[in-house]
């Protein structure tokens, strides 16, 4: 029996209540109602929902009953229909944020933040507004093709995260079809003249090394003495941008950084020498920020480019990142020290996963020597010579008082 309206209004009981041509009435235990359309195509039944009662009254239900009836009779699913136009909606900004926001806990805050900036520069501009599902080769081209030689690096990244963000949409139902953005097979073909050659970060020959450290023992900028514990530690320069007081272990001289701040996401720890140990001494900022090189205001890292512009007040155009390839040039060339001993020091993986499954240690004490004879070289032209072989001169026992 067809329902009426007065009828529906003084429905009370819990229940679902049919109309005609495939219209329901669903009562909830709270009293609320809502039309539900069933219908079948190829075999199987659907619901699609219609809205709720008394917003959507009876005359209206039974119009769009009709309406998505005639849409069956040619057929194209209702459903299938609502979820296409839902994805012109979706937006390729809509997808890259949320692939973001997924993945950012498990990337380093700097990584985050590269990845949305390369993306709000390049990419957002031109085909952010763009529904996801309609983007396609040409979309993609628009994007590399201002930035390909001008800035081969970026372009590089921006079309990796392009290629991500796309296939990310697919397996979310956003899109389908091949992916636009991959190389190989594809925009290769397009853009191969202009693939950029890889660049290596400037580096610093080893034998300058110790007269540019007796510039900056003079230098009282937080950057230059940030920029001696990079080259003292070896290690990156976000690592020591990022660095707490409360990863240092001021007894056995070790720097501990979490996994959590390392490329490779491995902990890594590094043995500080007494030259490393002074900078922290004469940063001064312990006890008042938690970062040892932290910004003017003291709450948050200093700026990326710090370091960079006090290689560049000394005319010097290498890169903080280049003091790695220094000492590692150094350590091979002046030192004994086992080349697997030094790929460590630099927090590289040695061996293949089989040896490194079985030999978890990370050779701490074995660094020692060879980040102290690092320090002692870098440092020959800043501290007096008496002084270093007083240092390196074993303790001699104290003269009696009565001798």
Known sequence: MALTQKAIQNITIPATYQDKNGLFL?????GAKSWTFRYQLNGKRHDKGLGSFPLVSLADARAACLELRVQINNGIDPLEEKRQQAKKTITFQDEALERIERYKHGWSEKHAAQWFS?????VFPIIGLMPVEDVDTDAVVSVLDPIWRELPESARRVRNRIELVLDFAKTRGNRSGDNPARWRGHL???LSRTIPEPTHLESMPYSRLPNFMEKLEGDVTRAARCLQFVILTACRSGEAMGAEWDEIDFETKTWNIPAARMKNRQEHQ?????AAMTVLKDVHTRGK???IF???SLEAIMPNNAMRRVLIRYGESSTPHGFRSTFRTWAAEKTKFPSDLCEVALSHAVGNAT???YNRGNLLERRRPLMDRWAKYVMERSIAPSYIEK???PRQPMASAHA
């Open 188 to 190: 290769q073909n397009i």
């Open 289 to 291: 920020s938690k970062y």
């Open 118 to 122: 390369s993306l709000r520069d390049h």
């Open 270 to 274: 590094i043995p500080l020498s007494d």
């Open 294 to 296: 932290p910004n003017r």
């Open 26 to 30: 669903k009562v909830s235990p709270t």
């Open 355 to 357: 040896t490194r499954s």
């Open 391 to 393: 240092r390196a001169a």
